[in-house]
């Protein structure tokens, strides 16, 4: 297929085009580079014959309809957004403008195109969104697709109202579009301002190891290359219409997570006496911290055939190696804006 994949240059969607340019499809990256992207997560393709990477911001109407005209994708994989929460509830504006407003304007770009194309049932707009549009569970139950959407923070309101406007968009125009909203990810080329990311460098240079609250917030963890996996298979496999959850099956407490990570760095990276486990600092906990997330694999894996196939005790294991073998990546990513800092306790 050619793909349209927005967001490339960031933590998911660079694996998702590393992995549709290793199976041949013909992949056209766009993205806006902002502090999030890193270009180096896509040395291993960038001379590939069948990657393109093009710079531009998704609110920009006008750079759409070039792109759609000069490529004309046979589907889109809209990966693009400001996604880190903590970020969100400092400055919501950019997320409202960038998730929501340029959703609005990728929709409007790909519904001109199909418009162009003669409207193949063929096309798909493949919106990528986060099981956080679901809100907070309690200590039992799992997010299905019927889930009513009930979002906490101004990163998940803006994602579900991109989920708003995608399917308004299909019973409206008939665009035809998948959606799929997953758990957290996590693996190499993940920016190091999230947790796990955090935990590993911060580790490493003998700094705290900061976990929000008590610890206690349960998350659902899934391998980024699983990710990526199950979002190439919804775009050529997905039903029309329909959404799809996207799962690890691998809940973890936020302090058994960061126990894991130390008990692997003890493992890879020995200190000279004690465990990394001494670093970990309980600090203010984020406004409105959702306490649990869990997703209900069964329709992707029944109707699909789907499964993660990466437990979350091989994922870190590879993760923490990774970052172990790539400094050179990391650490000139450490002297970005906000990295480092503790965000989204204005509230
Ligand atoms: N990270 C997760 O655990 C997770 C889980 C479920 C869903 N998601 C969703 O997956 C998608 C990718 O997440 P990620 O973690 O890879 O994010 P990321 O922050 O690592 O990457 C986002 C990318 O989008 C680009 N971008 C941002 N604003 C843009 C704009 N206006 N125009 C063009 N490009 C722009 C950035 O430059 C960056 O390369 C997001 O839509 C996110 O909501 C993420």
Redesign the pocket.
């Known amino acids: 297929m050619k793909l349209l994949v927005?967001?490339?240059?960031?933590?998911?969607?660079?694996a998702v085009v590393r992995q549709a340019v290793r199976d041949g499809h013909e992949v056209i990256n766009?993205?806006?580079?902002?502090y999030?992207?890193?270009l180096e997560n896509l040395t291993p393709v960038a001379n590939a014959p069948n990657y393109t990477f093009v710079q531009?911001?998704?609110?920009d109407r006008a750079a759409l309809d070039e792109i759609f005209k000069e490529h004309a994708p046979d589907a889109v994989m809209?990966?693009?957004?400001?996604?880190?929460v903590d970020r969100s509830i400092d400055g919501p504006g950019d997320f409202i403008?960038?998730?929501v407003m340029?959703t609005f304007q990728m929709l409007e770009a790909a519904r001109a195109h199909w418009d162009r194309e003669g409207r193949p049932d063929s096309f798909r707009f493949h919106h990528?969104?986060?099981?956080?549009v679901f809100g907070s569970l309690g200590e039992t139950g799992m997010f299905t697709e019927t889930t009513p959407y009930d979002p906490r923070s101004p990163?998940s309101a803006s994602?579900a109202s991109s989920d708003h406007l995608v399917r308004a968009w299909a019973e409206t125009y008939g665009l035809p579009v998948v959606l799929t909203?997953?758990?957290?990810?996590?693996g190499p080329y993940h920016?190091p301002e999230?947790l796990i990311p955090v935990i590993i460098l911060n580790a490493l240079a003998g700094k705290d190891l900061p976990i929000y609250g008590d610890g206690s917030n349960v998350r659902d963890w899934l391998y980024v290359e699983d990710?990526a996996d199950a979002l190439l298979l919804v775009v050529q496999k997905g039903e029309v219409g329909r959404s799809y959850n996207i799962g690890g099956e691998n809940e973890r407490t936020n302090l058994e997570l960061v126990q894991t990570l130390c008990g692997i760095l003890d493992e890879m990276r020995p200190k000279s006496s004690g465990s990394y486990a001494d670093q970990i600092t309980f600090v203010t906990d984020r406004p409105g911290h959702d306490a649990r997330y869990a997703i209900d694999p069964a329709r992707i894996r029944d109707e699909l055939g789907w499964r993660p196939s990466v437990t979350v005790e091989e994922g870190l294991r590879r993760t923490v190696e990774w970052y172990l073998n790539n400094e050179a990546w990391w650490r000139p990513l450490q002297d970005r804006s906000g990295v480092g800092q503790r965000l989204g306790t204005k509230a």
């Not at 531009?56 to 609110?59: C, K, L, Q, T």
């Not at 990528?128 to 956080?132: M, P, R």
């Not at 909203?181 to 996590?186: G, K, T």
Request: net charge negative; charged share 20%.
């Open positions: 927005t967001g490339g240059a960031g933590f998911i969607g660079s766009l993205d806006a580079l902002t999030a992207a890193c531009a911001d998704i609110r809209h990966l693009a957004a400001e996604s880190h403008e960038t998730n340029g990528i969104s986060t099981d956080e990163y994602k909203n997953c758990s957290n990810n996590y920016f999230k990710h």
